[in-house]
């Protein structure tokens, strides 16, 4: 079975340097020591989405010294206009150039930036959602699908409905965001049928808290999805949870078969082209022959299903086995093994790490020979949702680097520190060095050099005494020193801080800089 997956495709276009980084006259009134300043914080936007060339009011939570606050949002068809007179509300304009997913957006003032917070962009209409609704007999109703509804739970206990018609055959597709937003909540979907009789339930998808549910009607009649959350992280007091910053966006979607998975953080990786897996290939003799490299796709279609593949290995080749699944949004809690010609197994491996649950198996062969890569589902479980990609070949040599802070700020004639962390991955031993990009005028950076293995690299920044004020992003690039072919990739800092899940943005490479004047001297006293 071929792998049927719709990425969200990351924004191609760019805020310029120009559209993003002005510190003028908008900005809140006259600058504070950095003793003294406020880093302005977003907590959350909502709505926190909108459709493809619409306009809209949003309202932020945040905080910041004075109001308005500047934005910046990571593509420039997506603004932010913020209301002189009505702090936290801003009018939101989404191009028609904007392409659909979550994108980034900061709220930033002469002391700093805030944590960069998803705003979703979605190719179908998004409605409100309305009270009261909590009840079977009170649902708000919904007529036309695929639609996103924009909601919040706004005090304890709130449950909201909605009210939708199907017929028999047809498919519901159910799908939250909340969690994967920062809201504080772990979500929970009902499905009622005409009766009132609850037919379908999901209180998490594989990769993180959001539910998702998929039902096919068994008769015709208005059914009822309810959605409502507890709070998390979970408190003693277990109770449907609510309050100000409880927001979610609920999609639902009405077919023929089920709508397309949506992907979240990590399942925006891109996954080598590949061929498609064949049955029958459980059995020792019914292995399919494969040709290293190889990129396969298949599905473990059924409880106790297990994947085969033959390949031959000299004495001495190092293979890697790579598995895709978790992180393109499938449910495969991925087991690979390698055996020999019999079936002996001579390598396993579950999980890449403990928060990392594809399979990926680095094998070393002891002789010349025939052998098998076999992969199932750790549990022993099959479902038409367990696809997964499985890339075999030479491992893998190269390496990653991430930042340890989302945004920092410097006073004229001042220094700050980031630390770059260099991981090398395959024994990668190539001499490497970074380079800090799109830094303002009278910034530049002193930087650690890079050694042979994995490790923390300082990076000083350091502001001129006569650095004007500035507000942007700036990315930090790692690169090989030398040879052909020079790889090269762009450092990222983690937006997650939660093992329970992906959020739909899980890092970023866009790290804010600010630059701040020196505070005024205070007079010496005679």
Request: proline content about 6%; some cysteine.
């Amino acid at each position: 079975m071929s792998l049927l997956i719709r990425l969200r495709v990351a924004p191609s276009r760019r805020a310029s340097a120009a559209t993003r980084v002005r510190l003028g006259v908008a900005l809140c009134a006259g600058f504070l020591s950095t003793a003294s300043a406020a880093v302005p914080t977003l907590n959350n936007l909502f709505p926190a989405g909108g459709q493809i060339g619409s306009s809209l009011d949003v309202t932020a939570s945040y905080k910041c010294d004075s109001w308005p606050p500047q934005v910046w949002a990571d593509h420039e068809g997506l603004k932010f206009t913020p209301d002189a007179k009505a702090k936290g509300k801003f009018k939101v304009a989404i191009g028609k150039e904007v392409p659909p997913g979550p994108h980034l957006v900061r709220i930033y003032d002469k002391n700093g930036a805030s944590i960069p917070r998803a705003f979703v962009v979605s190719p179908h209409p998004n409605v409100a959602e309305k009270e009261s609704n909590n009840g079977f007999e009170t649902a708000q109703m919904v007529t036309n699908t695929p639609v996103v509804i924009n909601g919040k739970w706004s005090a304890r206990e709130d449950v909201d409905s909605f009210a939708i018609d199907l017929k028999r055959g047809q498919w519901l597709t159910a799908s939250v965001e909340a969690y994967s937003l920062h809201s504080p909540t772990d979500p929970v979907l009902h499905l009622q049928d005409p009766d009132g009789v609850r037919v379908g339930f999901n209180h998490d998808r594989f990769e993180n808290l959001d539910p998702r549910l998929e039902f096919r009607a068994s008769r015709d009649g208005r059914h009822v999805v309810q959605i409502a959350a507890f709070e998390h992280p979970p408190k003693a007091d277990v109770r449907y949870y609510g309050s100000s910053s409880a927001i979610y966006r609920l999609a639902l979607a009405v077919g023929d078969e089920p709508a397309p998975r949506e992907l979240y953080g990590m399942a925006r990786e891109k996954a080598p082209k590949s061929t498609s897996e064949q049955e029958p290939n459980d059995a020792v003799g019914e292995a399919k022959a494969i040709q290293l490299p190889a990129v396969i796709d298949g599905v473990i279609g059924n409880d106790g299903d297990l994947d085969r593949f033959a390949f031959t290995a000299k004495k001495g080749e190092k293979l890697q086995f790579e598995v895709y699944s978790r992180r393109l949004g499938f449910g495969l809690d991925s087991h690979l093994a390698i055996t020999d010609k019999a079936g002996k197994q001579l390598a396993e491996n579950d999980d890449r790490s403990r928060d990392k649950p594809d399979s990926n198996l680095v094998w070393t062969s002891r002789a010349d020979g025939d052998y098998a890569v076999a992969i199932r589902d750790i549990r022993g479980r099959g479902s038409s949702q367990f696809q997964y990609r499985l890339v075999a070949g030479a491992p893998t040599v190269g390496f990653e680097a991430t930042v340890d802070k989302n945004a920092v700020a410097v006073v004229s004639g001042k220094s700050v520190e980031l630390k770059v962390k260099v991981t090398r991955v395959g024994g990668h031993k190539a001499a490497l060095r970074i380079e800090v990009q799109d830094l303002p005028e009278g910034v530049g950076a002193v930087i650690d050099k890079i050694p042979a293995k994995t490790a923390d690299v300082k990076v000083t920044l350091k502001a001129k005494e006569d650095a004007e004020p500035a507000n942007q992003p700036i990315r930090f690039r790692v690169i090989e020193a030398e040879g052909k072919g020079m790889k090269a990739i762009t450092a990222s800092h983690d937006l997650n801080g939660d093992p329970k899940g992906d959020r739909l943005v899980n890092k970023t490479d866009s790290i804010w800089l600010t630059v701040a004047p020196a505070p005024e001297k205070k007079p010496t006293a005679k």
